[in-house]
């Protein structure tokens, strides 16, 4: 099941929520949700229900294990099991595969290539209990001494499968003391509507022109086509796993959470350091500070230290070599620009440093999106016209003018005119109490438009993917 699914939205969020609230008792409530979160994400794949309670026990008895010996040297191998473990278990069900089918091909040899199916989400939480076990043994988190707050906690519907990644110490007190807000629930439903309509309205529109585009047999069919098939990408990842955010987010706030903010207009950046700052925030942060600091950071050996970061970071979203290419790609842009290249961007006008960003971003996701080397190849000789090809096609032309609404859209609002033009109303309407409730009454109305406008199109689209659930 996914948050764009009519039977998610219409069936399974309202029941949740009418069971939730007319239960008093928080014990109960967390009980619901700990329910509603297992069935949620046993829609893709039951069995791995086993999988993720057993994960949270792992890291519930670690909690237990450091706070017991709290001041001892002994303490630390609750950490240390937390990591074996939790990366013990992606290595085998995200990367034996890969290892393997390297291994015979440096060696000659046919040893048997494993072929698990990646359980959903399991990069996003086992990421999150490690942070809490390290959080823990730090002493910047409190030790959860029941297992089902615990369980909860790691199995929360609203950003189980797809992040962002929430730290333990965000919701350690919500866990046990969240009450109900009526705003807290009307930003809820307007967060998970706006991002909805990111997904359905606009991400679902530019990845079928991407896919139709970049899918090709042997060869783009044109410059054009390859330059529109990699730049709808760019649009549709960046709508896709923000749109997501946004929609965990808001059902985070009916639920009484508040999760940190995973996404800040990305494409507007000066710099890869920057676009980094502002793209799915909370891996990058855990990878600063559960890994990057403890390295020595920026004081000792910082290169290699960003080579690691970016190398892992690049792993992370799968197991192939052209995310590890991607990988290294941002870690050398962010060296470069640590070394001499960041003090030009800062003295340029800004214009042409948000131009180099962008190329970089493009660039980067052509990287990301073939995992066929050749394609990769083949992509990239074609949008410099290496491969004799013409410079547009007839095909590409008509995409672009039968989609040129949404394409404008789409570049509209990866960038914050939306949300400069929507806080200067509502400071406006706050001066005159008629004119806030008049426009709270256009906002309303408007949302539930865009509500049943995404209805409609989830009725009749096939094409309905959320690409993070494969990472």
């Not at 989400?121 to 297992?147: E, H, L, M």
Request: hydrophobic share 50%.
């Amino acid at each position: 099941m996914v948050f764009s699914d009519l039977l998610f939205i219409y069936m399974f969020l309202p029941v949740c929520l009418l069971l939730y609230y007319i239960i008093p008792s928080r014990i109960y409530k967390n009980g619901i949700l700990i329910i509603s979160s297992l069935l949620f994400y046993s829609f893709g794949e039951p069995v791995w229900v086993v999988l993720l309670i057993a994960s949270a026990l792992v890291d519930y008895i670690n909690g237990l294990f450091i706070e017991r010996f709290r001041e001892q040297k002994i303490a630390v191998l609750g950490v240390v099991m937390s990591l074996i473990i939790n990366l013990g278990v992606l290595a085998i069900f995200k990367y034996s595969g890969f290892i393997m089918e390297n291994i015979n091909l440096l060696t000659g040899l046919s040893l048997p290539v494993p072929n698990f199916t990646l359980p959903i989400g399991i990069s996003f939480y086992t990421f999150q209990t490690i942070s809490y076990t390290v959080d823990v043994y730090r002493g910047k988190a409190p030790v959860q001494r029941n297992f089902l707050s615990f369980l909860m906690y790691v199995s929360l519907f609203f950003q189980l499968v797809a992040g962002p990644i929430v730290r333990y110490t965000t919701v350690a007190e919500e866990i046990d003391s969240r009450k109900f807000s009526v705003v807290d629930m009307s930003r809820g439903f307007e967060r998970f509507i706006v991002g909805l309509g990111k997904k359905v309205i606009i991400a679902n529109s530019v990845g079928e022109i991407a896919d139709g585009l970049l899918k090709f047999e042997t060869i783009p069919d044109s410059v054009l086509a390859a330059w529109t098939g990699i730049i709808m990408f760019s649009l549709q990842i960046y709508y896709d796993f923000s749109g997501y955010s946004d929609m965990a987010i808001g059902l985070g706030m009916m639920f009484g959470f508040h999760f940190e903010e995973n996404f800040n207009y990305p494409y507007i950046s000066k710099s890869a350091s920057e676009f980094w700052r502002r793209w799915h925030i909370s891996l990058g942060s855990f990878f600063r500070d559960y890994l990057y600091i403890p390295m020595g950071g920026n004081r000792k050996h910082q290169y290699l230290n960003l080579a690691v970061v970016w190398f892992l970071t690049g792993l992370w979203h799968g197991a192939s070599w052209n995310y590890i290419l991607w990988g290294l790609f941002w870690g050398l842009l962010i060296c470069i620009e640590r070394l001499f290249f960041g003090k030009i961007l800062k003295k340029i006008p800004s214009v042409f440093s948000r131009i180099y960003l962008i190329f970089a971003a493009i660039f980067g996701w052509v990287l990301f999106y073939f995992e066929d080397m050749e394609k990769l190849i083949t992509c990239i000789k074609s949008m410099f016209g290496t491969n004799r090809l013409v410079l547009y096609d007839d095909i590409t032309v008509s995409l672009i003018k039968g989609n040129c609404f949404i394409i404008a859209a789409a570049i509209i609002f990866s960038m914050p005119i939306y949300k400069i033009t929507a806080d200067k109303i509502e400071s406006l309407a706050e001066r005159s109490g008629a004119a806030y409730y008049s426009a709270k009454i256009v906002q309303s109305v408007i949302l539930f438009a865009l509500l049943i406008i995404c209805s409609i199109l989830l009725v009749k689209q096939t094409y309905n993917p959320f690409l993070y659930f494969r990472y």
